[in-house]
């Protein structure tokens, strides 16, 4: 039987610490085409910081529909692309999905490899049930919102969830609204950075600890399930 060729590796980054991504991903960095990147500036970072030299290219929420077929086509072509978000695995709250369903149905091969995704440290780390979970990512911004907390409210299993800092106080706010003041949460933000933090307790604790606070990076965070 003919091997068959990888034509698109998606390549987890780092989320924060440049340290880290495996050795694999370093390889394969070194040995494609060319890099898909959601920010080739971002990108351009992490390659300088390892010496890459392959080309980048913009892949991103806006232009990504305008440039799989393309892409698609170049694949079958014979080059082997991988794509990288700005960090972490890409197709998690990222774009990835697209580009992996038209190379699936251009019967092209695809390989993801394991590496850093923000929101299994902060639920491993949180204390809070990791064997039966919910991944939300990041919640609707205004149409839609309340009714998936409503929802979420009524979840037996930990959610996840993905937050930017300038919505978390809010966000918070909503969960003691409708998950209850005392419902057990966890907020992880600027995770394998230098200021890295994690706050659990109560909805309401957590809440009025980060009305204190002016926050940056991004943040993921864990709530208990309905008991």
Do not use: W
Not at 58 to 74: F, I, K, T, W
Request: aromatic share 8%; proline share 4%.
């Amino acid at each position: 039987m003919k091997e068959r060729f990888t034509s698109l590796y998606l390549v987890p980054t780092p989320i924060g610490n440049l340290k880290d991504i495996t050795l694999r991903a370093l390889e394969v960095l070194q040995s494609v085409d060319l890099i898909l990147a959601e920010d080739t500036r971002t990108t351009h970072k992490l390659l300088k910081h390892y010496d890459i030299t392959v080309k980048t290219k913009s892949y991103h929420m806006y232009n990504e529909h305008r440039q799989v077929e393309m892409l698609v086509d170049r694949m079958k072509g014979g080059e082997q692309f991988a794509l990288v978000s700005d960090a972490g695995t890409p197709g998690i709250s990222d774009p990835g999905f697209l580009l992996v369903r038209e190379a699936q149905n251009a019967d092209l091969e695809i390989e993801c490899l394991p590496g850093a995704t923000a929101f299994v440290p902060a639920l491993v780390k949180s204390g809070l049930p990791s064997d039966r979970f919910v991944f939300e990512g990041f919640l609707p911004v205004k149409k839609g919102r309340k009714t998936k907390l409503k929802l979420l409210s009524e979840e037996l299993r930990t959610v996840v969830l993905y937050e930017s800092p300038h919505r978390l106080k809010k966000t918070l706010l909503q969960i003691v609204e409708y998950f209850g003041e005392d419902r057990k949460i966890s907020v992880s933000r600027e995770l394998t950075k230098i200021f890295e933090e994690t706050r659990n307790g109560q909805a309401s604790e957590v809440l009025n600890y980060f009305e204190q606070k002016d926050v940056k990076g991004e943040i993921v965070i864990v709530i208990d399930g309905k008991k």
